[in-house]
């Protein structure tokens, strides 16, 4: 045997005997693993499309708990506030990138999607509306010119790196109507033009950003899911670059498990990409002082969140952007006791989470 054989053969059992090592501490692993009957480490990233949490970068960058949370279990971040217009621009031309740039890179660096929200929101509070807005005087063409030039600044700035957007939020009125003139996007452009052109822009900015409506009411109100997909119909017939549909389902337990399918599957019947994209399940809807959170209360709500995921899971895959979360853990901010969420003050799984969980894969 020449010394080349005797180097290939040697080789050959070197890799057959670490090979058997290997098997063998493997199925050690496997066996001391039934013995302890430890349940494996489960995570809303096991889930069959994105799952998440609406954020505040300051939480992210102050709390440890609720950090460690957000990289253990969210495949998908929204900003609650923080990329809202009035948050970003203070002043016309005037951008405040540094908690957009932290988002991108927290992100980027714990392997998440990160979803814009959002572009264009009638509502006048202080992050969603810049007063430089609000008191802008124009001409129609003025108007549009300003839209386009904040939304290519925004979404130019974050090309490739925000996967997806609310373009337009809460553009129709609870009887169906466009909002007329207590939005000023709607008094001073007219609708549905603005939402066209407003993901028109987006689309140029960033052609490969996919593109939501978002708003709220689905799950209680057939006006509400009938104005929805019409506008979406004519948003495609005009050819405008529209992705997909977000429900923000703010919902809570009285509302009956069929009604939150009936959100779901209507948005659905779009044939778009569907995204619950700010869900909590209130248990005082009507804000008592003195409700407590009993065990037929968590399950109610386990009942919920079950149906929203498993009604997801449902959907074609290709339809699935997925479930976000409007915020992370459960907080007496509403001046009322409430346990919406699926984690507790301590960062704690609930049974929520469970029910969540459980609808992946019912
Ligand atoms: O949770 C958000 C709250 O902190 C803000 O003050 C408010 C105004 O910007 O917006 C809340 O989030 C809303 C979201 O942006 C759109 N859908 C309804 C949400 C809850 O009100």
Redesign the pocket.
């Known amino acids: 045997m020449d010394i080349k054989n005797m180097l290939r053969i040697w080789m050959l059992s070197l890799v057959c005997f670490c090979g058997a090592a290997a098997c063998s501490s493997k199925e050690e692993e496997n066996s001391k693993k039934k013995d302890n009957e430890e349940p494996e480490v489960q995570s809303l990233r096991d889930a069959p499309f994105p799952a998440g949490v609406a954020i505040a970068p300051n939480s992210l960058r102050n709390i440890a708990a609720y950090r460690e949370l957000v990289i253990r279990e969210a495949s998908t971040i929204t900003a ?2 923080a990329m ?1 217009p009035g948050n970003i621009s203070k002043g016309r031309g005037e951008y405040f990138w540094d908690d957009v740039d932290y988002l991108i890179d927290f992100a980027q660096t714990n392997n998440m999607r990160l979803h814009g ?2 572009l264009v929101w009638y ?1 006048q ?1 202080v ?2 509306m810049p007063a430089w807005i609000q008191n802008f005087s124009g001409t129609k063409e003025e108007w549009k010119a300003i839209m386009r030039e904040y939304i290519l600044a925004v979404v130019g700035h974050c090309k490739g790196k925000v996967a997806s957007w609310d373009v337009v ?2 553009a129709i009125a609870d009887d169906g109507s466009f909002r007329g003139s207590t939005d000023v996007w709607c008094t001073n452009i007219g609708a549905p033009e603005y939402i066209d052109w407003a993901f028109r822009c987006a689309h140029e900015a960033d052609p490969d950003a996919l593109l939501f409506y978002n708003d ?1 009411g689905h799950e209680y109100s057939a006006v509400k899911r009938t104005a929805t997909n019409n506008l979406i119909r004519g948003m495609q017939e005009r050819g405008v670059p529209v992705h997909g549909v977000g429900l ?1 389902m ?1 919902t809570n337990t009285n509302r009956s498990l069929q009604d939150l399918r009936t959100a779901i599957r209507t948005a659905a019947e779009t044939g778009l990409k569907v995204h619950v994209s ?1 869900l909590d399940v209130s248990v005082n809807q009507a804000g008592a002082a003195d409700v407590t959170f009993t065990e037929e209360l968590q399950n109610a709500q386990f009942n919920s969140y079950m149906m929203v995921s498993s009604e997801m899971a449902r959907l074609p895959q290709e339809q699935q952007h997925g479930i976000t979360t ?1 915020g992370v853990r459960d907080l007496e901010t509403y001046g009322y006791p409430d346990w919406p969420l699926l984690f507790d003050k301590d960062f704690n799984r609930k049974k929520a989470y469970d029910g969540l969980y459980r609808g992946f894969s019912e």
């Open positions: 609650e506030n809202k929200h959002c509502r509070s992050n969603s939020n809460e709220y923000q703010h700010e409007w």
